[in-house]
């Protein structure tokens, strides 16, 4: 119940295009579903977050959408850059107390924009 | 923001010994977090760090084969003991802090990449 699910494992987009990645989770108690990116050799970088009480959110050209009734979240990378080329990850956690920090990730997803 | 420093960034161990990770943050942090990245794979939490505690360990996780410290609110350590092969892998720092409005927001730092021949 733990579990977070992330498709698809890899992306090739060409650039100005639109990358979608999905996750999927099973644990309802789950209320944090942040995104990261990692670029090789480096450590994960928060990219955006979102939290079940809004169903989309915006930061740039990165948008998350959130479905709670099907328990599935989306990272949108309009206007995709050669530059955003990394790996990203999705994951969730929940709230109060000892749970706050305790991500449960999904697999990743290596994204390749071409030029 | 958060700022997160670990040291060694990297190194190639032999089996059988150990190996001491330390991590620094740039500010006081509640929350302190040890997580494990094998390669080709996604992060999986080893242990929650606490100040004035003994850490806490997830499942699969057990403190003679990573002890953990905490001595104050900005480092924390992590030993990875009496190392074999399959301990290869990243480990990560990790700390949450709270914006206003309460929401968090969860930091990792550049990891430590340990390779164990």
């Known amino acids: 119940q733990q579990q977070v699910k992330q498709s698809p494992q890899s992306l090739i987009v060409q650039k100005g295009g639109i990358s979608i990645i999905n996750c999927a989770y099973e644990?309802?108690?789950?209320?944090?579903f942040p995104w990261y990116q990692q670029f090789p050799g480096k450590g994960p970088a928060l990219l955006i977050a979102?939290?079940?009480?809004?169903s989309e959110k915006k930061e740039g050209r990165f948008t998350i959408s959130f479905n709670k009734s099907a328990k599935q979240f989306s990272l949108h990378i309009m206007d995709s850059q050669p530059g955003d080329s990394a790996t990203y990850f999705c994951?969730?956690?929940?709230?109060?107390?000892?749970?706050?920090?305790?991500?449960?990730f999904g697999q990743g997803t290596i994204l390749t924009v071409h030029p | 923001s958060a700022v997160i420093s670990q040291k060694p960034s990297r190194d190639i161990c032999q089996r059988g010994t150990s190996l001491t990770i330390q991590c620094q943050v740039d500010?006081?942090?509640?929350?302190m977090f040890w997580y494990r990245q094998q390669p080709g794979q996604s992060l999986t939490l080893i242990a929650t760090?606490?100040?004035?505690?003994?850490?806490?360990?997830e499942s699969g996780f057990v403190i003679d084969k990573f002890p953990i410290s905490r001595p104050n609110l900005t480092f924390s350590t992590l030993t990875v003991s009496n190392m074999s092969p399959e301990d290869s892998s990243i480990y990560l720092c990790?700390?949450?802090?709270?914006?206003?409005?309460?929401?968090?927001?969860?930091?990792f730092g550049p990891g430590t990449r340990l390779l164990v021949l």
């Open positions: 644990n309802t108690a789950f209320d944090y």
């Open positions: 500010s006081q942090v509640t929350m």
């Open positions: 979102i939290r079940p009480d809004v």
């Open positions: 760090a606490n100040q004035g505690s003994e850490a806490t360990y």
């Open positions: 994951a969730a956690s929940k709230a109060g107390g000892t749970s706050y920090g305790k991500l449960t």
């Open positions: 990790s700390v949450v802090r709270w914006a206003g409005g309460g929401q968090e927001t969860q930091y």
